[in-house]
Each structure stands twice: as structure tokens, then as C-alpha cells.
């Protein structure tokens, strides 16, 4: 999708990864300590960037610097909806260490992958409007 829309892509982690080849795709490496990799994407984004992560607490840095964040699954984050999601993430986080609830949620289905796609396209749009 962003080859059809030119659009660069930076992948951030703290490690290297294999990633497609992609002549807009830049792998940015990050070095470093805990949450190095969520500092430079939150130095890095701005209100024309969209923001891809299922990290929560990143998800909220990012939109306050203005940026469009989509969870993986097609989620899209805002300012209304990012409290509660910060208070689930901490509720479900207490419940895993009492043992009450076991493992990180569903697979990622099909219909995941549909409305991510769906997601990131309106994303697209709405950057694209911005300009």
C-alpha cells in the first residue's frame, strides 16, 4: 500500500530485522536501553506521519504529537479512546500477574488483516487531505 501511494516507511526496533525490499523502506535501528525505539519513533513523528504499534503507552505519545496510530489489527487510536485503552492495558497487566487471565488475546485472523487494511488506507487518505 504505501508503494502504490509512494510513501516511506521507517521501521524502528531495537534490533535489526529482515524487512521486503522496498526502495522507500528505511530500517532504523535503535540502540540502547528499554523504550530507546519508542523515544526516536515519538521524536521522529509528526501530525503527517501514521503510527503503527500495538504499545499503548506509545500509541498515546504518538497522538499527542499529532500523528494518525493504528493498532495492527486496524484499531485506530484517538483522543477519545486512548484512556480507556491505557486502563485496560494496566487492568489486563494486574490480572497476569494475580494468574486470573493467561496469554496475550486472539490470533491475527483474515478479518484483521481486512480492516488493517481498510484502516490504513482511510490513514492515507486523511494525511493525504492534510497536505
Known sequence: MAERHSL????VSNQWMRL???????????????DQADDWIVL?????DIVITADIP??????QKGSLVLGPSGRPFDTDNIGTAL?????NAYLRD?????G???AF?????SRFLCALEEAIQTILRRS
Open 87 to 91: 486502563a485496560m492495558r494496566d487492568l
Open 44 to 48: 521522529h513523528a509528526g501530525d503527517r
Open 104 to 106: 496475550s488475546g486472539m
Open 109 to 113: 485472523s483474515r478479518q484483521d488483516r
Open 58 to 63: 506509545l500509541a498515546a505519545r504518538c497522538l
Open 20 to 34: 521486503p525490499n522496498y526502495a522507500r523502506m528505511q530500517q532504523q535501528v535503535v540502540a540502547g536501553g528499554l
Open 98 to 102: 494475580l494468574g486470573t487471565i493467561k
Open 8 to 11: 516511506a516507511v521507517h521501521m
